[in-house]
């Protein structure tokens, strides 16, 4: 989390930084800053309340800030130390001379500063950050120039980095350096850029690279130069741009949800199109690397994925084992590298990320490529480190998702992976080429269904309205329905901050039934499926005790009505296809609790959209 920016070669950095943190804000919101170099020294401005307030902080009372060329920025997702001013990047060290941002987790940094602080070296932050600034101050004493003080400073620190640091004495340089924390660089004209994520800098450039673990880069005024640690000369991958800077825009909309709500029939579409051979048959991209040898050869699944995409992987389980036949097992990604999963040559391991950057997901994906057996990635965002690691990846071509609160990225991710459990069952022979045309058809058709449940926005808002002050949820679902039930508690909590618990509906009567009592809401994901005789029994149960009663259910569904004190309707579609639809209203319901809230659900607390620590 925490994104990182600089710029050198420009007329006046500081807008520069601005705008390229409010684009990062969803890395972290908990304090941000900048630093400039000017002629004079370093200027510096931090706060503790989002860039919002930097930009406050900036153009209100006291003198302008000065002119410069050159400058970083940092927003926080704070780990150590509190969202305070006093923890705001940039950190200078003793001299003040040098500023630094970082993005990671130093996980040696108490060791470091009791030998700083032993050397005479005055911390002033709580920050694991802050030792990197005063170790290259070490550095530099030492008569090295910035770029090799970083280098040396690098080869101290465990844990991970993106970092970018400015010195007075070298004024228009900025060094910058990563280990598994993602960082870009790019060059356009005299300029010369940096940022911890593509969003920043579109608009800005489109010749971007993304530096390797252990990477460093110097960025001088339209020029960069790129090392290994000790120095030697390093090529960054070249990243393919196709998101422009109109669709990472709010457009119109009222919150980044709202419009990443609305284009999910859109994302959807883009993510399926192309994917028919004019034979019929389906097909993935070239880049998934999966010949008809592979897919036939595949014994069994692994998928590895976090929040909003393991759920996603949970509904991939169900498609996988029915259409294709072949063993699934989801885990989550902070779990799975720890334990000691049994993988060979013949198990095809997936990792589904949104960002492709998510650290517990990428360490799991490399644990599982040590292991054997091929390593495919479901992501939205090109060439990011997953999808540069992977043997393969799946685009989902969802666009640019802003809102914390995963939406048409988790619903192209379904759609994604069981358009993969369809060409498996087609390569396997598991399911007769007619039923999976048919399944493809009406995959294709979902766009259409999910622009009628756009419409019912109003609706939804109106059960939301009853339920302002209700503070306990369950959410229960069975069969596919379980992950849907598991996701609409996740955004309920995430942007409601309600309680919200997410259980297999036959699960309940095992202990978390103790729970339930008058002023409970219950929601359910009651739409018709194999199970759904059993789902109502479960929804009878909970209901004699006293629970207010939230069903997704069937246009025109009376019997599953009979059970309800309110409807969230839905068109009903194929059993295995329902999570993308039920998950809709499921999105509005948090999305309309959190505003009856009054809660920001761009920026829910706490959160930050790309995890990049453990
Ligand atoms: O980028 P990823 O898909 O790897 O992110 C994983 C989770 O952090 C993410 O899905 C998170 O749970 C959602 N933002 C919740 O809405």
Redesign the pocket.
Same mark, same amino acid.
């Given at each position: 989390m925490c994104g990182i920016i600089g710029v050198t070669g420009v007329d006046d950095a500081l807008p520069v930084l601005l705008e390229g943190l409010g684009r990062l804000e969803y890395r972290g919101y908990d304090s941000a800053g900048v630093a400039l170099v000017t002629n004079t020294g370093l200027w510096r401005a931090r706060a503790a309340e989002g860039t919002h307030s930097v930009r406050d902080l900036l153009v209100g009372g006291g003198d302008p800030p000065p002119l410069a060329s050159i400058g970083i920025g940092h927003t926080r997702w704070a780990t150590h130390g509190q969202p305070d001013t006093g923890n705001a990047h940039p950190h200078f060290d003793c001299t003040g001379r040098l500023a630094l941002v970082h993005n990671g987790i130093i996980e040696n940094h108490a060791e470091l500063a009791r030998d700083l602080v032993r050397g005479g070296h005055v911390l002033t932050s709580k920050t694991d950050s802050e030792v990197l600034s005063h170790l290259i101050e070490t550095e530099m004493v030492r008569g090295t120039s910035l770029a090799e003080g970083l280098r040396r400073a690098l080869r101290h620190v465990r844990g991970s980095f993106a970092v970018a640091a400015v010195h007075a004495e070298e004024p228009d340089l900025i060094v910058a350096a990563r280990r598994i924390s993602p960082l870009i660089v790019g060059v356009e004209g005299g300029t010369s850029f940096l940022a911890s994520d593509i969003p920043a800098l579109l608009g800005a450039t489109r010749r971007l690279f993304a530096l390797e673990d252990d990477q460093l880069a110097e960025l001088r005024p339209g020029t960069m130069r790129v090392t290994d640690l000790y120095g030697a000369h390093a090529r960054p991958a070249a990243l393919t741009i196709d998101w422009d800077a109109a669709a990472a825009g709010q457009d119109g909309y009222d919150d980044f949800m709202t419009k990443e709500i609305h284009e999910q029939p859109k994302a959807v579409a883009a993510t399926l199109r192309g994917r028919r051979a004019p034979d019929g048959t389906l097909v993935l991209d070239e880049s998934a690397g999966l010949s008809h040898d592979d897919l036939r050869s595949i014994e069994r699944v692994c998928i590895v $994925?976090?929040?909003?995409?393991?759920h996603a992987g949970l509904v991939a389980k169900y498609a996988i084992e029915q259409w294709a036949g072949l063993p699934t097992d989801v885990d989550i990604a902070s779990e799975f590298r720890y334990r000691n999963p049994i993988l060979n040559e013949r198990t095809l391991t997936i990792g589904?990320?949104?960002?492709?950057?998510?650290v517990d997901?990428l360490q799991g994906l490399r644990a599982a490529r040590e292991r054997g057996g091929k390593v495919l990635v479901v992501s939205n965002v090109v060439d990011s480190s997953m999808a540069r690691e992977a043997d393969g990846v799946l685009y989902t071509r969802a666009g640019p998702e802003v809102g914390?609160? $995963?939406t048409k990225?988790?619903l192209t991710q379904i759609v994604a992976l069981e358009l993969l459990a369809l060409v498996l069952a087609q390569a396997r022979g598991t399911r007769a080429a007619g039923e999976i045309a048919s399944l493809m058809d009406q995959l294709l058709a979902l766009p259409d269904t999910l622009e009628a449940v756009l419409e019912r926005t109003k609706d939804v808002a109106e059960v939301a309205q009853e339920l302002t002050d209700a503070r306990d949820f369950f959410y229960l679902g069975r069969h596919v329905g379980h992950p849907v039930a598991l996701e609409g508690a996740?955004?309920a909590k995430?942007i409601s901050y309600v309680r919200a618990e997410g259980y297999a509906a036959g699960e309940l009567k095992h202990g978390p039934i103790a729970l339930i009592e008058p002023g409970t809401v219950v929601v359910g994901v009651a739409t018709r499926n194999c199970l759904w005789e059993k789902m109502c029994s479960n929804i009878e149960e909970v209901r004699s005790r006293g629970a207010t009663i939230v069903l997704v259910g069937n246009d025109g569904d009376e019997r599953t009505a009979d059970l309800a004190d309110h409807m969230l309707w839905v068109p009903a579609v194929d059993p295995m296809l329902a999570p993308v639809v039920d998950a809709l209203p499921l999105q509005f319901l948090a999305y309309w609790l959190a505003q009856a809230r009054g809660h920001d659900v761009d920026r829910p607390r706490n959160?930050a959209?790309?995890?990049t620590v453990e």
């Open positions: $994925a976090c929040g909003s995409s393991y589904v990320s949104q960002s492709g950057e998510t997901t914390v609160a $995963a990225t988790h996740l955004k995430e959160l959209k790309t995890v």
